[in-house]
C-alpha cells in the first residue's frame, strides 16, 4: 500500500518556467521530508516541516505542509537546469525519523 | 566532513553469485539504514540499526539478504545466491537519533546488475 502519493509523476518544463508537485496521504504525518536525488547520487535532504501550515523557504524553492499535515507541496520559482532530479518526499510519524514512509517521487527535467 | 561512503559504486556479477556491498557511515551517525531503489519501485527499506540494539531486519525480501554492523560503524549488506530481480541500486542511510527527529544522510549508493 503506498501512503504517500506524489504528483506528477514526471515533468518537463523550460528553463524559467515556475511549476508545483505534490505529496499527498490519507495518513497524518508528525513531520515531512522534501529530498531531491540527481542520476548517480542519493537523496540530499532539502527541508523538514513540521508544523501545519508551515512555509519553508529555500531560495527559489517552496516547501508547504498542509494545515492537517496530510499534505503538502513544492513550488519553484523561474527553474533552472540545475533543479533536474527525482524529488522525493517522506513521512514520519510520532517524530519517529525511523520508519518513513516514502513517495515514489517525481522526476523534474529542466530543459534550456 | 566525510558523507556517507558506499562500495563498490557498481558491481555486476552473474545470477548465482555471492556479492557484499559495504558502507560506511558518517562518524558519530549511531543508526544506520539500507534501502533497495528499483525503478518505479521507490525507497524499499530493508535493515536498521541503532546503537547496540537489535536490528530491524523487517524490510529483508529473502533469507538470502543479510546484514551486519561491525563495531557500531561500517556496514555490509550480503546477499547470497543472486538472482535478476535483485538489480538495483542499494542506497545506505546513516543519522543521529532518528526518535530525535534527526534526518538521514545517504550515500551515493550500489548500484547492482545481475546477468
Known amino acids: 500500500t503506498q501512503l504517500l502519493e506524489q504528483s506528477p509523476q514526471f515533468l518537463s518544463i523550460q528553463e524559467g518556467e515556475n511549476l508545483t508537485v505534490y505529496c499527498n496521504s490519507s495518513?497524518?504525518?508528525?513531520?515531512l521530508q522534501w529530498y531531491r536525488q540527481e542520476p548517480g547520487e542519493g537523496p540530499v535532504l532539502l527541508v523538514t516541516?513540521?508544523?501545519g501550515g508551515e512555509v519553508k523557504k529555500l531560495k527559489r524553492l517552496t516547501f508547504q505542509f498542509g494545515d492537517a499535515r496530510k499534505d503538502s507541496s513544492l513550488h519553484i520559482t523561474a527553474a533552472q537546469t540545475g533543479d533536474t532530479g527525482l524529488y522525493l518526499c517522506?513521512?514520519?510519524?510520532?517524530?519517529?525519523?525511523?520508519?518513513?514512509?516514502w513517495g515514489l517521487g517525481t522526476s523534474l527535467a529542466v530543459n534550456p | 566532513g566525510a558523507g556517507v561512503s558506499q562500495s563498490p559504486s557498481n558491481k555486476v556479477t552473474e545470477k548465482g553469485k555471492d556479492v557484499e556491498l559495504r558502507c560506511d557511515p558518517i562518524?558519530?551517525?549511531?543508526?544506520l539504514y539500507w534501502y533497495r531503489q528499483s525503478l518505479g519501485q521507490g525507497l524499499e527499506f530493508l535493515i536498521y540499526?541503532?546503537?547496540?540494539?537489535?536490528?530491524?531486519k523487517s524490510g529483508l525480501p529473502s533469507d538470502r539478504f543479510s546484514a551486519e554492523r561491525t563495531g557500531g560503524s561500517v556496514s555490509t549488506l550480503t546477499i547470497q545466491r543472486t538472482q535478476q530481480e535483485d538489480s538495483a541500486v542499494y542506497l545506505c542511510?546513516?543519522?543521529?537519533?532518528?526518535?530525535?527527529?534527526?534526518?538521514?544522510?545517504f550515500g551515493d549508493g550500489t548500484r547492482l546488475s545481475i546477468l
Open positions: 542511510a546513516s543519522s543521529l537519533d532518528p526518535l530525535a527527529n534527526q534526518p538521514q544522510h
Open positions: 562518524s558519530g551517525h549511531t543508526a
Open positions: 540499526f541503532q546503537g547496540n540494539s537489535a536490528p530491524d
Open positions: 495518513s497524518v504525518f508528525s513531520s
Open positions: 516541516v513540521v508544523t
Open positions: 517522506a513521512g514520519a510519524f510520532d517524530g519517529n525519523n525511523r520508519k518513513l514512509i
